[in-house]
């Protein structure tokens, strides 16, 4: 196997959104050796300047921006990344469900695979 992370997880509750409960799992990206780019990739500094200058050169213009969270991209890599999860973090119906009790090694963890890149704007 290729270098193993931990995973966890973080839960919050969200009272402005639809969906109040929210449960992320998250790659510890200090564990990894990812020998390619995996950054999230976003608008360079002259493609922001030419915006603003069309926005204030023309006349009558009108300009919206917003902040956009929770937003992530699902990039593909090209390596996978193994991540370790503690069986004990994971509730009982996804086990049962997902059949995971037989996929647990002798110290109480699973390892899972991930092959796209979950990178926050």
Known sequence: MKDVTYGSFSCDIKQNKEEVHQTRLMMGGDKINYPDNCGTPTA???VAKMLMNSVVSTKG???MTMDISNFYLMTPLKRPEFIRIKIS???DEIIKEYKLHNKVTK???????ATIALGSI
């Open 44 to 46: 360079d500094m002259l």
């Open 61 to 63: 213009a009108r300009f």
């Open 89 to 91: 973090d994971i509730p």
């Open 107 to 113: 110290n109480g963890s699973m390892v899972t695979v």
